[in-house]
């Protein structure tokens, strides 16, 4: 960043100085000879926590975000993410996938209503993992992991509102955020390593 009598100006912009226009501030020497300084640029907040405005001098004005905003916007993104993990699907110890976005919770809700009202009805069932048999227990079984999982969900977005809500001061609201923020990053850093395929070096022909 460049300041000239301590505005910020653009060198790569033509400037007229006592008469005499200069088609840009490329030459040092050219900015030496107007006085132009070169500074650090401004270091800019979190743009989560705070509205930051370029001043003249190519300073910044730093206001913190009301908490209410704060609020709001915490309570989005725990939501979102929420429904991230809700869709996500289940992976049973066994390998078996079973999906659990909207429309397969519907399809599983369904099928549940079906074999309480027919016991010993056999259901040809799709799944990730390809074709399957599925009785009464098994169907049953199925439907209580998906509304397990789904409440858990819901009941993880719930506390950590919860959490949110309970707070008033700026400070614990961002420490609180920035918290969340950590451990969500760390969460999907170490999935990603767990699903990380395995390389098998060959040696030989």
């Not at 653009?10 to 006085?35: E, F, H, M, Q, S």
């Not at 730093?62 to 709001?72: D, G, I, S």
Request: hydrophobic content about 35%; proline content about 5%; charged content about 30%.
């Amino acid at each position: 960043m460049f300041l000239r009598n301590k505005k910020e100006i653009n060198i790569y912009a033509p400037i007229t100085v006592d008469g005499v226009t200069y088609g840009n501030l490329l030459d040092p020497n050219v900015r030496k000879k107007l006085k132009v300084t070169e500074v650090p640029d401004p270091v800019y907040p979190d743009d989560k926590f705070y509205y930051a405005t370029k001043n003249e001098d190519g300073s910044l004005t730093v206001t913190p975000r009301p908490v209410e905003q704060l609020k709001e916007q915490a309570e989005q993104e725990l939501a979102a993410e929420r429904y991230e993990k809700e869709v996500g699907g289940l992976t049973l110890p066994d390998g078996t996938v079973i999906s659990t976005d909207r429309n397969s919770q519907m399809k599983i809700a369904g099928a549940l209503l079906f074999v309480q009202r027919h016991p010993e009805a056999v259901i040809n069932w799709k799944g990730d993992n390809g074709w399957v048999k599925l009785g009464k227990a098994e169907i049953e079984g199925i439907a209580d992991l998906v509304a397990m999982h789904v409440q858990g969900c819901f009941s993880e977005e719930k506390s950590s509102i919860d959490e949110v809500v309970a707070i008033d001061k700026f400070e614990d609201l961002k420490e609180l955020v920035k918290a969340k923020r950590t451990a969500k990053e760390a969460k999907e850093l170490d999935d990603g390593l767990k699903t990380r395929p395995v390389m098998t070096e060959i040696t030989g022909m």
